[in-house]
């Protein structure tokens, strides 16, 4: 028998709220982006400057040339309302996260790789478990491994911090108040392309999660995350990291 | 299922209590202190209120990020505007001579000004970027009338709580509230780069309210109306850009 559950109640509650969050701010984000696919560097840009680059998809404002022959609807009054809303629920949800994490000891426990883990040599060792596909020693089930954990400090600590910053850098007033916030980054349209990116980087970040927890045991996986209940190695004979 | 304890339900009636009284107080208060946006349309209003609310605190002293002058746009882009009805036609022919502005509403002394009466008032310049919703953005040079001189002049009165500008074209304008309509660089522009403000650019007269996004900038003004509430005007929501799912707040 194994003592506690293998998400934490506040851990599951936040994870599935930052779920829906995300996906409110990724199909806003890219509605707010077709009204202008072009990206630039530095702090100005428009259609008679030349882009850093431009994504080859049609546009919901007939001023940008796409080389497409229509323009799509404009989705952007309700998708900028509804990005910076979906944004408040999920700062102030990794708020509660964040400080829970610090004062629990959730990040030093579970999040953080353990010392004797900190090394190449051992990072290859899970990675070239990876690769073996070989069967797990069953603790899986109950700790992330010291690829997990980088991987998801990355998303905490990093991803998350950067897409907040370089999101909250597009604000004329928060600009104002903070000018450091946006001139750091290089300027207004250096922050818009910073933001996209970081943007991406939580897409492939997202894609590789459901990935694996499809490939390690989808149903046991997300029960852990609802439910919290862990799976016993018993219980998931086959698993494979 | 576990059966709630006597003491649970308590704690939970206490905070639920506690936490809803909380809410209309903290509501109460900002409604107070001009935290609440003139509207609050839906689901999606309250994080644009809760927008509102954060950067009016956050912003009560601040100052749009100004640039050099060798960071002016060499090539800033005029959105398109509607094709100008033939009375502003006219009005571009003689170089804009009879253009007005009417300060009306709560005001000492409602009156007409024109471009060059405008232009007697102390001016003011400065060089901020224009940035639209969409994404992109220029910088420019910018030189106009503080919005707050014409309100002094006119003597707006105490009760004043927005400030309503009107296009030429009689569906364009939009409303801020005393905090940007007093702001120092808030401008009423007719200049722009050292020349008068082009007409793409709204020239003759153009609100750069350089804290918010591009479409609070109406061109073409010649209309301002300083009120307690934007409720009779139009829809209520303090400018048509709701109508089309906008906030009425852009500073973000």
Known sequence: MLAGPRHAALVRATHWITVVCFFALLITGGEIVISHPRFYWGETGNVNTTPLFALHIPSSRDTVPTGFGYVMPDQNGWSRSLHFEAAWVAVLTGLVYGLWGLASGHFKKEIVPATADRSWRALGAVIARYLRRAPTDGGEARRYNAVQKIAYMAVIFILFPLVIWTGLALSPAFDSAVPIAVNALGGRQSARTLHFFVSGALVIFLVAHVLMVALSGFRVRMGAMITGRAATPAAMPEERI | ?252
Request: proline share 7%; charged share 20%.
């Open chain 2, 1 to 252: 299922m576990k059966p709630i304890s006597r003491r649970r339900l308590i704690t939970a009636g206490v905070a639920a209590t506690a936490g809803v009284a909380g809410l209309a107080v903290a509501a109460r208060m900002a409604g107070r202190n001009g935290l609440v946006p003139p509207a609050c349309r839906g689901t999606l209003g309250v994080g644009d209120s809760l927008t509102y609310a954060a950067q009016r605190v956050l912003t009560a002293h601040s100052l749009a990020r100004e640039f050099s002058r060798d960071m002016i746009s060499k090539a800033p882009f005029a959105n398109e505007i509607a094709p100008p009805n033939d009375a502003f036609k006219k009005q571009q022919a003689s170089g804009f001579v009879d253009w007005r502005l009417s300060v009306e509403g709560l005001v000492a002394h409602p009156g007409l000004y024109s471009i060059s009466e405008l232009k007697g008032l102390p001016a003011k310049s400065h060089i901020t970027e224009i940035a639209c919703e969409e994404g992109w953005s220029y910088i420019a040079e910018w030189i106009g009338t503080p919005l707050y001189e014409v309100l002094n002049a006119a003597g707006a009165l105490p009760q004043a709580r927005y400030v309503a500008y009107f296009s030429s074209d009689k569906d364009w304008w939009d409303s801020i509230d005393m905090a940007d309509a007093m702001h120092p660089q808030t401008l009423l522009a007719w200049g722009m780069n050292d020349g008068d403000l082009p007409v793409p650019f709204g020239g003759p007269l153009r609100m750069r309210v350089p804290r918010q996004l591009g479409y609070k900038n109406v061109k073409f003004i010649n209309r301002i109306l300083v009120t307690d509430s934007v409720k009779r005007l139009g829809s209520g929501a303090g400018s048509p850009e709701p109508d089309f799912g906008y906030s009425w707040y852009a500073g973000i």
